[in-house]
């Protein structure tokens, strides 16, 4: 099946530097490509999508200007997490679009802020 | 807007017990259902999907779930479970034509004992 990977798999910075995540889909084109954030024992939350050649579309509540997204071929999107805090830690997820209502997940990046 | 909703956090099964992860979705209008299973240090990998036809569907690993449109369910089941089926569950909905909006339950993470 479709493989996306992501990387790093884990992250610590310290606050107020900022952190890049790459999701590539490895073996198909991926013209959509969509990022979670998920919490512990909490729900995936979907923080944008991502369209290849234009701006992504953020969910409300998400700040654009601080989750900086771009999605410059159609295999590989970047989540940028500028200034980064410690409310920021999280593990973050990307998925591409495939055929028939299907996404293809990475394997996630978890990211500590100190 | 549509909610998921998956009760319980953890079920703790031994080997060959037959299993049921529930799912129980609000929606004013018609959705798509997925399953995704997240094996440890993996990615989410989609399971099984209702868009349409038989309310039945089935994976190839064993696993069915049956689309209940009037209880609005969409139950996991296994008859006999293995060691490896030892993972996290997560429910997910999307409304038909969206671009890719899934919006997941918690998620339960099945533990399957010797």
């Known amino acids: 099946g479709a493989v996306v990977s992501q990387h790093p798999s884990r992250v610590i910075c310290k606050s107020g530097t900022s952190v890049k995540i790459e999701c590539r889909s490895l073996?198909?084109?991926?013209?959509?490509m969509f990022w979670y954030r998920q919490f512990p024992k909490k729900s995936l939350m979907l923080m944008a999508t991502?369209?290849?050649?234009?701006?992504?579309?953020?969910e409300q509540g998400v700040e654009k200007d601080k989750f900086l997204i771009n999605h410059a071929s159609l295999t590989l999107s970047t989540l940028t997490v500028t200034s980064a805090h410690p409310e920021d830690s999280s593990f973050y997820i990307c998925?591409?679009?495939?055929?028939?209502?299907?996404?293809?997940f990475g394997p996630g990046t978890r990211l500590l802020v100190l | 807007a549509q909610s998921v909703t998956q009760l319980d956090s953890q079920v703790p099964v031994f080997e060959e017990a037959p299993v049921e992860l529930r799912c129980n979705y609000s929606s004013s209008v018609s959705v798509y259902l997925f399953w995704y299973v997240q094996y440890p240090n993996q990615g989410l990998q989609l399971l099984l999907k209702y868009l349409s036809g038989s309310t039945l569907v089935e994976s190839i690993n064993g696993f069915e779930a049956e689309f209940n449109k009037s209880q609005t369910s969409f139950h996991l089941r296994k008859p006999s479970v293995h060691i490896s089926d030892t993972a996290e569950y997560f429910c997910a909905v999307k409304m038909p034509g969206s671009q890719g909006n899934l919006i997941f339950g918690k998620g339960t993470k099945l533990s399957v004992k010797p």
């Open positions: 991502s369209n290849e050649g234009s701006k992504a579309t953020y």
């Open positions: 073996d198909f084109q991926a013209t959509t």
């Open positions: 998925s591409a679009r495939g055929g028939r209502e299907t996404q293809y």
